[in-house]
């Protein structure tokens, strides 16, 4: 018992040095943006220059990354609503952090040489690469949480089909539950399209590669919306811990 209330307090430590690194990811985005100084504004044509070919490209920058950032927020909040939580995925979630702290030299980067195709390739796959990280996470998390899911696929498998014709079905995991974990993995691969989607883009319009993350605000809002009415636990069997696990979730999810 002692030994859980240890783990308890560690993975509660752990949940707040997480929150202060994305505080401070989001806070050091703005900083990115440098302020000219008199000698580089000497009149109101380069200032005019300034606001067009920097400010303005900037500042969309920085909502665009802002949001990406927020976004990975949002699911480290479902991750620490799981009860089984291994120090393997703590781990894992302290590389991603490691990752997510590159985001702000990678928007400071594109300040600078947004209209370069490769400048954006790195930023893509910066953000591809963390959101397959967040993937990974929560498949070992739904994995350790429902374990006994396993045991049960073909059983669980017909249930959910013969009850939902959305049935899931991962092979990699063996799991068939339906619900919020479905409309969880949802989310997760909002930023993978848009980062695949980017990168492609990249090669023919730079903008158009920076603008095709907002597809990750867009995919979540209507996942959510789409989602919110099916995703009750009425034709599921589960026990108690697993129905307040799973409505967590859902809390974290919709915000309810």
């Not at 928007?107 to 893509?124: E, Q």
């Not at 990168?199 to 959510?224: E, G, Q």
Request: net charge negative.
């Amino acid at each position: 018992m002692a030994n859980i209330e240890l783990f308890n307090k560690f993975t509660d430590r752990h949940a707040a040095v997480t929150d202060g690194v994305f505080a401070i990811a989001m806070t050091i985005l703005v900083l990115e943006i440098a302020v000219p100084t008199m000698a580089d504004i000497s009149s109101g044509v380069v200032l005019k220059d300034y606001f067009i070919n920097f400010l303005a490209p900037s500042i969309l920058i920085y909502f665009i990354s802002f949001y990406i950032v927020y976004n990975f927020w949002e699911n480290t909040v479902v991750l620490f609503n799981f009860k089984k939580i291994s120090y393997a995925i703590l781990t894992l979630n302290m590389l991603t952090m490691a990752t997510v702290c590159l985001i702000p030299f990678a928007t400071g980067f594109l300040f600078r040489f947004y209209n370069y195709f490769d400048v954006n390739i790195f930023f893509s796959l910066l953000i591809l690469v963390i959101s397959l990280l967040y993937i990974v996470m929560f498949m070992l998390l739904i994995k350790n949480n429902f374990s006994e899911y396993f045991d049960k696929k073909d059983e669980i498998k017909t249930t959910i089909q013969d009850s939902y014709d959305d049935g899931i079905e991962f092979p990699n995991l063996k799991l068939y539950i339906r619900g919020v974990t479905l409309t969880l993995f949802y989310i997760l691969l909002a930023p993978v399209i848009s980062s695949v989607i980017s990168i492609i883009l990249a090669f023919i319009s730079p903008m158009l590669s920076l603008l095709s993350f907002l597809l990750i605000l867009v995919l979540t809002f209507i996942i959510r919306i789409k989602r919110g009415s099916k995703d009750s636990l009425e034709n599921v069997h589960l026990t108690d811990d697993e129905k307040e696990l799973v409505g967590n979730i859902r809390k974290s999810i919709y915000g309810e």
